[in-house]
């Protein structure tokens, strides 16, 4: 099989000639989240990263990191107070952010030109953005958006509906100049930040709308994001149309085989902690875990990843041992 061949077996739950996977790091810093727009040698930086991780790796779905663009610089400078929320300005299609934003895919997409390989762009709900936003806005740098949004939900959807338009948008323009396969979509409710009564009347109409407007160009590869032992309800995700979902094992103490059985017997990815063995295991403790997940979940409709990004600077020659690892399981079980 070829790695689109493969990619399309784990999508429908069919057999596959080994498992594939999908194990991702950050490039830069968290304090250089903000500064694709700012600061040319990040985004520089960002770029030859993942052509570095291509060659390393060989990896089975080429999924565009996009870090130093990845809090869209949404405009909250007007919100005092909660009903200001709906007033939140995105930045226009004309914007150095989303000439970043095609760029970035552009540059990264050409690395694999001579490859057929399932590729995917990283784009998050607006509830990332905004709880960072509003977060540097305030004059303490408190997390305030769970408060703000519980004050005036109406206003909260709004402002939420405004950045889910602009993000569709970019979207649209993505899958119009790219040959893209999907949205790798981040989604969240970390540690309740909303209660599960407003998420589900806020948030999730708006993510469900994304999603199915993902789906009408390509498929949505769901991410829950439990970065750093974050916890999420994840029934709040299992009605969401994605074609395969990953979330943290960890995080949410829900393995692979019980994730799949929740989300209705869906593809899903996953397997390792963000930390730990992945990052400074041996090959043979790595490789053994592969294994013990391969013989508790099967290998139709898996992927092995990790709960959320591994650490920048972990030494890539492990994402290889996985991929061993899986290769050695499937010709001991032929």
């Known amino acids: ?31 250089e989240w903000l500064a694709g727009t700012k600061e040319p040698r990040s985004f520089e930086k960002l770029v030859a990263g993942q052509l570095v991780t291509k060659r390393r790796t060989d990896p089975d779905i080429c999924k565009i990191m996009n870090d130093v663009l990845m809090i869209m610089p949404i405009d909250v400078s007007m ?26 895919t552009e540059r990264v997409l050409k690395f694999y030109e001579d ?28 997390d305030v958006m769970g408060e703000l949004f519980a004050a005036d939900p109406q206003a909260a959807y709004d402002g939420m509906k405004t950045v889910a338009e602009r993000t569709m948008e970019i979207h649209q323009k993505l899958f119009d100049e ?82 799949k059985e929740l989300f209705g017997g869906k593809p899903v990815m996953g397997g390792f902690a963000q930390t730990g063995l992945i990052y400074a295991g041996t090959e043979e403790a790595i490789k053994a875990e592969v294994k013990r997940i391969l013989d508790e979940t099967g290998q139709l409709g898996v992927m092995i990843g990790a709960d959320c990004t591994v650490p920048m600077d972990i030494d890539e020659k492990r994402f290889v041992w996985v991929r061993e690892a899986a290769q050695e399981y499937a010709a001991a079980h032929r």
């Open 1 to 31: 099989m070829n790695k689109r061949e493969r990619f399309e077996a784990f999508l429908h739950n069919q057999p596959v000639d080994y498992v594939p996977s999908g194990i991702f790091h950050h490039y830069m810093p968290s304090q």
């Open 178 to 259: 790219f040959p893209l396969d999907g949205i790798y979509f981040s989604v969240n409710n970390q540690n309740s930040v909303l209660s599960d009564e407003l998420y589900r009347e806020i948030a999730a109409p708006i993510e469900k709308e994304m999603i199915a407007d993902i789906n009408k160009h390509g498929i949505t590869f769901m991410h829950i994001c439990g970065t750093r032992g974050q916890t999420n309800n994840l029934k709040l995700f299992t009605d969401y149309d994605f074609a395969a979902v990953n979330w943290a094992v960890y995080s949410e103490n829900i393995s692979l085989k019980e994730g």
């Open 115 to 142: 490859e057929d390989i399932p590729s995917f762009v990283t784009s998050f709900a607006p509830i990332f953005s905004l709880r960072h936003r509003l977060e540097d806005n305030d004059p303490d740098h408190r």
């Open 79 to 104: 919100v005092k107070e909660p009903k200001d929320l709906k007033d939140v300005i995105p930045p226009a299609m004309d914007s150095l952010y989303v000439s970043r934003t095609l760029e970035l």
